[in-house]
């Protein structure tokens, strides 16, 4: 083959960056058929070169069903292998909570609104406002152009959007001013982004073999059950394989993570199998998430020899993950609290020869709460000849905010519209009106109507742990048996709560915006917004918990009366009105029918129950407190047993004092975004904080006071 051959042969071949070293000597040894093949080169540089090559069929074609697909594949785990969880001893004890509910006579049959307990309940005549009200519903709907509901539901009527908005008080409009909101313009579009940017919705791909992928993950793929790549791993998974910068979102359930760490894994396919040395990391938010990308690329990279996988997050045994990452696993996933933690008081961990960085709901990561933590990472991880992916499912950050990152001429990546839901999700709400202490009675009505089995999962967000706590004694003592998922509880329950949940051994699931980033758990049917989301971000993840992969789903969101809430029925509306239809059906927006006197004779049933709701939560404190005295005293013992050794572990540091950590909290109150601060909020902080009480706003005394002192001293200057 002669050598103008060969070159033209090199140009038309597929580009893959590969993970690299600075040492050459380091390379993997060739396989067997590229040693043959560089003999021949070596020996003869002639026709021996045809004769090698022309052994390789070019036609070859990798097929993937001969390895067949996991059956009932059942999405990702979310448990955590044995050497991850440290020492028995180091395993708390939790408090039986459904033990306790049990003793109080709860959790055994779900109570009805006719039983003895409704009977003695006083007899009140219902409001008869409120059941005129409900003749209105429709009338006093959400949102026009809504298609025809089922049978439980009632399409709203087209008066929604005026409504809506002729309700808005001017603090919505206030909150938009100081947000600064402002669209990028395309001049700083063009000046910031990729000129590619514009042909990546362009790329399609039928399956993942004209990707040109390696053999071990097509062999992954296809037993995960992968064939045809999303829309957004066909756009995705080319320019990553580039090493090009990216900024992508998707809607929710289209794959995102599988759409960075496909690529991920190919370009370690190619670096040096001597050295040990931590390439990728990948920030979430929260630990649920990164333990299930953890378990996206442990599944995916399964048949990729000295491919090593590490997991920093908060909650699990600190000293099994010092281990761990001691050997430099290629990639790490981890919060950035934790991922800190490590870079600052972990011996051995390095993350200088960091090549590929990833963040994981990004939007979400850029926010102010990560601020402080994403700053510091950033400060320390090396700048030069770094990959940065972006990934969110509302990918609308401003370039104001994505410029700390240092990216490269990024390619941006828009598959859906950033503020759209799926089309197979059917959005239902529920006009609360004058009724919000029907709320708990209406939840227990809505999960005792739409799932009476049992056989469904679904998802219950709330506002605040102590809500999510609440309901769920107060469901129990109903005879319901749900979960919960918030920040309030130990790692080890999060998790087991959310694999029960999976299994379906719990049907109902309560918790927090927690849950609401990136968790992918198959075959949510229903999602209940038992309290308005701050904002239509939060929202479409909310909702994005179910009708994902091509599946159908419903939510239901009770809605109060303030501007705000309104605010977000307003949007949901215009993001279906909006959205494109391309042949396609498009999703439903419903109001549903709610049988009001049932719900308020269930709301007796609670009231009856109140004495003994707060008992079971007397007697769980109680419970805490003495958990809490016993591992107090363990620790003195150990502290008696093992002072020496204890005492001569270095002191763990962090990159900001509490000093920092209040100015920062402060900070937060004062600006949003960097915007400029507000002087009343400033003031009235100023004053919280250092427990002064002062009047900033003058009396008529006051002014009377001051004139008169002002007099004075001016007959004081004339004499």
Known sequence: ??????????????????????????????????????????????????????????????????????????????????????????????????????????????????????????????????????????????????????????PVSEEAENQSSGDESDEGDDDKDEDGDVEDTPEEMANFYASESAEVKQQSHETFQSLQLSRPILRALGQLGYVKPSAIQSSAIPIALLGKDIVAGAVTGSGKTAAYMIPIIERLLYKPSKISAIRVIVLTPTRELAIQVHDVGKKIGRFVNNLNFGLAV??????????????????????????????????????????????????????????????????????????????????????????????????????????????????????????????????????????????????????????AHRLRVLLGVLGLKVSELHGALTQEQRLKNVTDFKELKVSVLICTDLAARGLDIPKIEFVINYDMPKTHEIYLHRVGRTARAGREGRSITLVGESSHDRSIVKDALKSVENEPQNGAKKGKIVSRNIDWPRVEDINKVIDNKEDTIQEILEEEKEAKEMLQAEMELSKADNLIKHRKEIMARPKRTWFESSKDDQSNIAMKHLTKNGSKLNSKKRKALEVKKSGVTRSFKKTKQDKINNKSKSKSKSKRSKK
């Open 1 to 154: 083959m002669s050598k103008s051959k060969r070159d033209s042969g090199k140009k038309n071949s597929d580009f893959i960056l590969t993970i690299d070293s600075d040492s050459e000597s380091e390379v993997p040894e060739p396989s067997v058929s590229n040693k043959k093949s560089s003999k021949g080169k070596s020996s003869t540089q002639g026709d021996n070169d045809d004769d090698e090559f022309e052994e390789i069929n070019p036609k070859f074609e990798f097929a993937i069903d001969d390895y067949g697909a996991e059956k009932g594949f059942q999405g990702w785990d979310f448990e955590i292998e044995n050497d991850d969880k440290g020492d028995a001893g180091d395993t708390k004890k939790n408090v039986d909570l459904d033990e306790i509910i049990r003793r109080k006579g709860g959790l055994t049959n779900i109570i009805s609104p006719n039983d003895k307990a409704a009977e003695s309940a006083t007899a009140e005549d219902s409001d008869t406002s409120a059941d005129s009200d409900d003749d209105e519903l429709a009338m006093d709907g959400f949102g026009a152009n809504a298609e025809e509901a089922e049978n439980d539901s009632q």
């Open 314 to 467: 908060g909650g699990l045994n600190l000293r099994q993950q010092e281990q761990q990452l001691k050997s430099r696993p290629d990639i790490v996933i981890a919060t950035p609290g934790r991922l800190i933690d490590h870079i600052r008081n972990s011996p051995s961990f390095s993350i200088d020869t960091l090549e590929i960085m990833v963040i994981d709901e990004a939007d979400r990561m850029l926010d102010e709460g990560f601020q402080a933590e994403l700053t510091e990472i950033l400060s320390l991880v090396p700048k030069q000849k770094r990959q940065t992916l972006l990934f969110s499912a509302t990918m609308n950050t401003k370039i104001q905010d994505l410029i700390q990152l240092s990216l490269d001429r990024p390619v941006r990546i828009m598959i859906d519209p950033p503020k759209a839901t799926t089309a197979k999700l059917v959005q239902e709400f529920v006009r609360i009106r004058k009724r919000d202490h029907l709320k708990p009675a209406l939840l227990f009505e809505l999960l005792n109507t739409i799932d009476s089995s049992n056989q469904d999962r679904i998802v219950v967000f709330v506002s605040t742990k102590g809500t």
